[in-house]
């Protein structure tokens, strides 16, 4: 059995990211408001057209705080934060979800998702992602380092120095590691089963533009920043 030890650098590294994580959470909080009243597509539109953009904000941010990520190409910076956004953003969007909350509320706040203006044919693999990832019962630096490693992923397009980013994700990837085997030594499989989410946070993303499409109203109004981001 071979003895797993986070060294002082990879502690000090955990603390940073974990830190910059906690720091740059959003402003309000999207449950909270979901949870106080029901709204109509429109309101709901632009309530996830207002958090995604201060979401993307907040992820810039935090992108900035990844050791090492500012040495990067400025451009191949850009690429990460655009390839990654959505990806992020989901992430987030499964952490809010998952959080503990009084009994029944998740299932109010499930349902006001269900009718936000979302169409059907996105519930089920949205919230069968949203499950999976409350089922991991991360820790929040498991939560930090996860979303770190989404955005050091090196084949995001326009990426140019692919080899540099790699090396970034590789460090991180190896400290999650690490924690995974410390955090859940019963579950040998965690940290695959954490690599597994991002494969299926890949294919949810995908959805995405379809989804901003198809939301129950007309006349799809975005913010300069998500115009960027989103492709829209
Ligand atoms: C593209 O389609 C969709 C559909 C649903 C969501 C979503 N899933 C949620 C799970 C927990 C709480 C909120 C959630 N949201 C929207 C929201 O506000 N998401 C925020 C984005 C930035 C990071 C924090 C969460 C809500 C949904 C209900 C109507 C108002 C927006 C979503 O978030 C990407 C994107």
Redesign the pocket.
């Known amino acids: 059995k071979e003895k797993v030890e986070i060294t002082k650098e990879q502690q000090a590294l955990m603390k940073i990211i974990t830190d910059a994580y906690n720091r740059h959470q959003?402003p309000q909080d999207?449950?909270k408001k979901?949870l106080q009243d029901q709204y109509s597509a429109e309101e709901?539109f632009l309530?996830?057209t207002e958090?995604?953009t201060s979401?993307v904000q907040v992820l810039v941010e935090f992108t900035k705080n990844i050791p090492g990520f500012l040495s990067l190409d400025r451009e191949d910076q850009i690429a990460l934060l655009k390839g990654s956004a959505v990806e992020a953003?989901?992430l987030?969007?499964a952490q809010?979800?998952s959080r503990k909350m009084p009994s029944g509320h998740t299932e109010v706040?499930e349902e006001?998702?269900r009718k936000?203006g979302?169409s059907e044919e996105f519930i089920t693999p949205?919230f069968n992602f949203?499950k999976s990832i409350g089922e991991l019962h991360m820790v929040q630096e498991e939560q930090a380092l996860l979303t770190t490693v989404t955005i050091l992923t090196p084949d995001r397009p326009y990426v140019k120095d692919q080899q540099a980013v790699e090396r970034l994700q590789e460090t991180m990837l190896d400290v999650l590691r690490k924690l995974c085997v410390l955090q859940h030594p019963q579950e040998p499989q965690y940290f695959a089963r954490l690599l597994g989410r991002l494969t299926e946070l890949r294919t949810l993303s995908h959805y995405?533009t379809e989804?901003?499409a198809s939301w129950r109203m007309n006349d799809h109004k975005f913010t300069p920043l998500l115009c960027e981001i989103w492709d829209v």
């Open positions: 959003i999207v449950a979901l709901n309530l996830l958090m995604a979401q953003m989901f987030r969007s809010v979800f706040l006001r998702i936000s979302i949205m949203y995405h989804m901003l």
